[in-house]
């Protein structure tokens, strides 16, 4: 063959590969700057739906957010709010001082804070842990912060306890560390094994009365206990012959015990006190008749002379009983207001817990987990929380004392609620109730 014919067709051939080796360069350049590419814009494609997603997602969390904020946004008297129980709260009450505060858990734990200002945001609890297999129903103070009463509810029935925390009074001779509180006394099963609805305790200040606490246990059958603070000795029991008790409350001065139950009258006793000041005899004295329904609860104002019940048949009233009942005078209505909480069908409804304030001008009242501020002279409310709780409201006490808000003092009320919550609130501002103390 001619060798330029060779020539020329190893030319073409080479001319050819270099030329196929270069379209294939460039065509694998191509697809990888292609596949960099897509993948570059599946990073960003990834980034963005999650960026945007992130966003549309914040957007919503924070439109959620901004919801349930408007939803449960804090009441303007919602102060705070004490976390960390581990069931829901059956009661509490303020030590005479109001700078502790007792609540009673189904958890089985009695807690006690210690309310140095009622606006801080975290506070200093003793723990108290009621025999196993019993919780808590109800809790009141002893002679002091450092004596908590239990009542305590098991299968076997309810029983009451005394706790003392020793080391409260000894903190500030000893840094020895804190000891767990002591059973000073207990009664195992009593009002015939029935769970105790209320208990109330008072400083025992009427006519011959010694100055020492007694307490009021209240059944949920007919009958009520008297009990001394720190003995524990049981000084009487009386009976409301009324199907079953609401509640029942001692009077501020330790001179008489009322009770709500199940039919329109409310009864009062006598607690009568001898010469050395121990208590004698408890005598029924008085009844209120004016209701046209079952009252559901009542309180003594702070004079010891009053008493406001709320009943079914929608009113309050105010009573008399600073009355010479020796002579067979009446104790007398004062005052009746129509209790302004309202259904969307225009029924009322009954409040299920009140509390008057130490200064006698505000009574809160509840119903469910509505919160109710009235003036007791007017019966005008002063304001609502329709959700003061996310749950029925268990327990509501005004602190007896001023108590600082920040850098102001107020007066207090603490509410209990089957959401785990204790939440404490300010008096509202109309009853010149904040900042009227300055000491």
Known sequence: MDPLILLAAGISILIGALMALFFLRHNSFD???????????????????????SKKSHSKHHSHASDKDQNKRHHPLDINTLKGHGDLVNGLCFSSDGRSLATACADGVVRVYKLD????????FLRINVPPGGHPTAVAFGD??????????????????????????????TKQPAKPPVTKWEHPKIHDKRAILTLFGTTASYGNADESTILVSCSEGTDIMLWHGKSGKNLGTVDTNQLKNNMAAVSPNGRFIAAAAFTADVKVWEIVYSKDGSVKEVLKVMQLKG???????????????????ASKDGSIRTWNINVRYQLEEDPKT???????????????????????????????????????????????????????????????AWAPQYLP???????????????????????????????????
């Open 405 to 439: 808000v920040g850098n102001q003092k107020g007066l207090v009320l603490a509410t209990s609620s089957v959401d785990k919550k204790v939440k404490l609130w300010v008096a509202p501002p109309s009853s010149t109730s904040l900042g009227a103390a300055t000491s």
């Open 31 to 53: 697809r990888r700057s292609e596949v960099e590419t897509i993948s570059k814009s599946e990073i960003l494609t990834d980034k963005n739906p999650t960026t945007s997603n």
């Open 291 to 309: 209701h046209k329904s079952a009252v559901t609860w009542l309180c003594f104002t702070p004079d010891s002379e009053k008493i406001i019940t």
């Open 334 to 396: 004062l005052k009746v207001f129509p209790i302004p909480l309202h259904d969307s069908s225009g029924h009322v409804l009954p409040y299920d817990r009140l509390s008057i304030s130490p200064d006698g001008k505000i009574l809160a009242a509840t119903h469910g987990s509505t919160l109710q501020w009235l003036c007791t002279k007017t019966g005008s409310v002063l304001d609502t929380a329709d959700k003061a709780h996310d749950g029925d409201i268990t327990g509501i």
């Open 144 to 173: 002091d912060s450092a004596s908590v009463v239990v009542a305590s509810q098991t299968l076997s029935g309810c029983s009451l306890y005394m706790f003392l925390d020793e080391s409260a009074k000894t903190a500030n001779e």
């Open 117 to 124: 200002d009622a606006a801080n945001k975290s506070f200093r």
